[in-house]
């Protein structure tokens, strides 16, 4: 990766070869099998089963800027072309005191400075407190935020800090995204009312048709985010995108730009801010691995056993269910 992001700067990522196209199994290396059982139910749903037929071409997609100083921010910037949005990250571990809230004002304002037209959102990954989080977001709303991604941890948490800022003369959009896939409920956040949108991930989520069953179920708008996958998993992330029956916001879709290679050449980037999902009869939805990179990006024999074998601990968690 070009910049440490989630405390990562290698993704890894199992990629799996079924009759309906390439699939990608890669839970974050600290997933146990429970967690990794329904990202792998996503991988044989891309591999197995493909996918519902797109609603949409285009989806709009969002550059994703990491915790980097403002002076990284046009680099960042520069690497997702022309896009309609941005997300910025905040709130990084250990960096949530007054110091690190003062980095991510700079971050914002650079961004803003640099993508005037922009529409503009944060993603605090929960790492602010109630107190911290009410003041961050006061600050930030000066420049003009769509929404707050996960600012404090918890359905409580969302709920209470949504209504201070309303008390507080400054509402805010509220975006619930480890609330909707960390929870043994997804739905939890909506029926709570704590959230105005849910942001979804077709891996930890477990699939397109399962994503697109609890964005119906929750009855809120919903943005797709990548959960940092290849090009291969970004594809069914387009797959749920474009086929959701509303897309009012732009999605977290265009990672592949944080890597430095990609198992697919080129890698799946967007276009003038977007990604084609193939309706209208075009495209690349299903991109194929290129076997020199596929070669070049190859994980050692001990990693490869490590990964075969949480691919058969998340299956047993699969079948037993
Ligand atoms: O939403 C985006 O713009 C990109 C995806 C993204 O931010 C993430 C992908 C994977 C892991 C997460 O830490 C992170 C997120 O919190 O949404």
Redesign the pocket.
């Not at 985010?225 to 940092?228: F, R, V, W």
């Given at each position: 990766m070009h910049t440490r992001?989630?405390g990562v700067t290698i993704r890894e990522a199992m990629l799996l070869r079924g009759p309906a196209g390439w699939a990608e199994f890669s839970p974050f290396a600290e997933y146990g099998p429970e967690e990794s059982s329904r990202w792998l139910a996503a991988a044989i749903e891309a591999g197995w089963q493909g996918w519902p037929a797109p609603v949409r071409d285009l989806v709009p997609v969002?550059a994703?800027v990491p915790a980097v100083a403002a002076a990284d921010v046009g680099r960042v910037l520069d690497s997702f072309g022309d896009v309609p949005a941005v997300?910025v990250?905040v709130a990084e571990s250990g960096r949530t005191g007054p110091e690190g809230v003062a980095e991510d004002v700079a971050r914002v304002a650079e961004v803003r400075r640099l993508r005037p037209g922009a529409a503009l959102r944060i993603?605090a990954?929960q790492g602010w407190d109630h107190t911290t989080a009410l003041a961050a977001l006061q600050r930030l709303a000066e420049y003009g935020l769509e929404y707050a991604?996960q600012p404090v941890a918890g359905i409580e948490g969302l709920a209470r800090l949504r209504e201070a800022l309303h008390a507080a003369g400054t509402p805010m959009r509220i975006a619930a995204?480890e609330s909707v896939r960390k929870e043994t409920d997804p739905l939890a956040v909506a029926r709570a009312g704590a959230a105005d949108l849910v942001?979804v991930?077709v891996q930890p989520l477990g699939g397109v048709r399962r994503a697109l069953g609890i964005v119906g179920a929750a009855g809120l708008d919903a943005v797709v985010?990548?959960?940092?996958d290849t090009s291969v998993g970004i594809a069914a992330g387009v797959a749920l995108a474009a086929s959701l029956p509303a897309l009012p916001f732009a999605c977290?879709l265009?990672?592949v730009a944080l890597f430095t290679e990609d198992v697919v050449v080129p890698g799946w980037l967007p276009d003038a801010g977007h990604l084609a999902s193939g309706a209208s009869g075009a495209s690349r939805a299903r991109p194929v691995p290129d076997p020199a990179a596929l070669a070049r990006l190859r994980a050692g024999e001990d990693r490869q056993q490590w990964w075969r074998q949480r691919l058969v601990q998340a299956h047993g968690v699969l079948s037993a269910t």
């Open positions: 992001f989630r969002n994703t997300k990250k993603d990954n991604e995204d942001v991930k985010s990548s959960a940092l977290g265009g990672t």
